[in-house]
């Protein structure tokens, strides 16, 4: 999967360009992330308010964080929200 392709389908949901699946996303690990470059990461400093950065999570299982929940990002009309799911098959 290609970030770049990444888009919201018509209910909002963030969808894979190529296959028009929905992308599970988790809360991203950055010690674990060796492939981005953190220059918009939130995850180090936390989910509060507070938080500088914008970047939180990460479409790669490998990178999760440890006891972080799978989730789609849904746009709202204002922002993203999440909608956590239950993982199954090869999401688990």
């Known amino acids: 999967m290609k970030l770049a392709n990444l888009k919201p389908d018509a209910d909002g949901y ?3 360009g190529d296959t028009g699946e929905r992308v599970v996303f988790y809360e991203c690990d950055p010690a674990k992330n060796f492939l981005c470059d953190k220059r918009m990461c ?4 936390g989910e509060g308010e507070g938080a ?5 999570c990460t479409p790669e299982p490998a990178f999760r964080k440890e006891g972080g929940r799978a ?6 009309g204002e922002y993203y929200g999440r909608e956590y799911i239950e ?6």
């Open 71 to 76: 989730f789609y990002k849904r746009w709202n």
């Open 87 to 92: 993982e199954v098959g090869t999401h688990a």
């Open 14 to 16: 963030i969808i894979d």
């Open 42 to 45: 939130r995850a180090a400093a």
């Open 52 to 56: 500088v950065g914008f970047c939180s």
